[in-house]
């Protein structure tokens, strides 16, 4: 029962161009909401987050909509640079759930020059 | 260094085997992951330890697998009689009681051959 899901397990983008990654949830009690990036034989490292009760968030290059009649919230890069190149994943956690984040299964992006 | 250590960063180990995975948590969190990725997949909870709660043990796949946390710091995960299906990457993350994000360590690769 894959909870968090994300179907595009690749995308490519040209450097200067929008980014935009997608990811799909379940479970409607999900109320936080975070992105992570992950390099080769690396961690993966905190991008950006957000709570449901919001449906934006911005922090520089990077943006993450919400959007909860949904269930599907997407991180915006823009513009795109090389060193984005990276998996991408999307993660959800809830009140009362502890801080157990359930993962989606990553998307690949490549920047290309 | 300050942030969440693992080891070791790689195993090989021979099927039927036991091996110990450690993790030092980042100083001062309370709660600790234990997650794997295997190949082409995204990333699966194992175990979450939170201060001296009991720990969540819902995502370990088998009985073979157990984990500890000594004195609310280190970690380690234990895989009994490992088998082939068991080779991923075993990541471990710590965060603050009531942190918004997890911070990952590097990862420790097993190869069960």
């Known amino acids: 029962d894959q909870q968090v899901k994300q179907n595009s397990p690749s995308l490519s983008v040209q450097e200067g161009r929008i980014s935009i990654l997608n990811c799909d949830y379940t479970?409607?009690?999900?109320?936080?909401f975070l992105w992570y990036k992950k390099y080769p034989a690396e961690g993966p490292t905190f991008l950006i987050s957000?709570?449901?009760?919001?449906d934006k968030n911005e922090d520089g290059r990077f943006t993450v909509f919400l959007n909860k009649s949904a269930k599907h919230l997407s991180l915006h890069i823009v513009p795109s640079q090389p060193g984005d190149s990276a998996v991408y994943f999307c993660?959800?956690?809830?009140?009362?759930?502890?801080?157990?984040?359930?993962f989606g299964t990553g998307t690949q992006l490549k920047v290309e020059l | 260094g300050a942030g969440v250590s693992q080891s070791p960063s790689n195993k090989v180990t021979e099927k039927g085997k036991d091996v110990e995975l450690r993790c030092d948590p980042i100083?001062?969190?309370?709660?600790l992951y234990w997650y794997r990725q295997s190949l082409g997949q995204g990333l699966e909870f194992l175990i979450y330890?939170?201060?001296?709660?009991?720990?969540?043990k819902s995502g370990l796949p088998s009985d073979r697998f157990s984990a500890e946390r000594t004195g609310g710091s280190v970690s380690t995960l234990t895989i009994q009689r490992t088998q082939q299906e068991d080779s991923a990457v075993y990541l471990c993350?710590?965060?603050?009681?009531?942190?918004?994000?997890?911070?990952f360590g590097q990862g420790t690769r097993l190869t069960v051959v």
């Open positions: 330890f939170q201060g001296n709660s009991a720990p969540d």
């Open positions: 957000i709570s449901s009760i919001k």
């Open positions: 993350a710590s965060s603050t009681q009531g942190g918004t994000e997890a911070f």
């Open positions: 479970n409607s009690m999900f109320d936080y």
């Open positions: 100083s001062g969190h309370t709660a």
């Open positions: 993660a959800a956690k809830y009140t009362g759930g502890g801080n157990k984040l359930t």
